[in-house]
């Protein structure tokens, strides 16, 4: 759907980072081969089980500085990006209004973390198995996990936004 931009971007040598999730098995897998093809394309998976990872924001970052971010519900699919119902806001960056710096912020965060794998042959191979497991009406997520253990939490802790929210109660 995006490949004519991709292409474009590649041409003119402007890099791409996506990170999406396994969660609910969503994400499909000849989506993520489709987006390998491209050089400038970064691409990551947070394999999350039982964490939603459902933020839709899409980043510009413009040699002018006239930075935007797009907020929304729409998935980078047909049917949310040509048939679907989907709202979503442009806001372009300004200092009284910093959603483009707050939403980099979070994006870079979620880049960085640890379980944010690569989509390499190895993962992929791994999720393509999963996928042919599963039927149409089975939500399960794949969790994807490399021979290193994760550290285990024996706190919970709010992330940002719920930290933001609980602040303006």
Known sequence: ????????????????????????????????RHFQQFQNVELKILPL????????????????NLNTVIIGSSNISHSALINGHELNVKI?????????????LFFNKMWNLPNAVIADEDFLRQYEAFQKKQTKMELSSFTFERAEDYTIRDRIEPNDMQKEALKNL
């Not at 971007?9 to 499909?28: C, D, G, S, W």
């Not at 089980?49 to 002018?64: G, I, P, V």
């Not at 372009?92 to 980099?104: G, I, M, N």
């Open 1 to 32: 759907l995006l490949t004519r931009e991709l292409i474009d971007l590649e041409k003119r040598n402007i890099p791409v980072k996506i990170l999406t999730t396994t969660y609910l098995n969503i994400t499909e897998a000849k989506a993520i």
């Open 49 to 64: 089980k039982n964490e939603s990872f459902h933020t839709k924001a899409y980043l510009f970052k413009r040699n002018s």
């Open 92 to 104: 372009p960056h300004s200092e009284h209004l910093p959603a483009f710096d707050q939403t980099k």
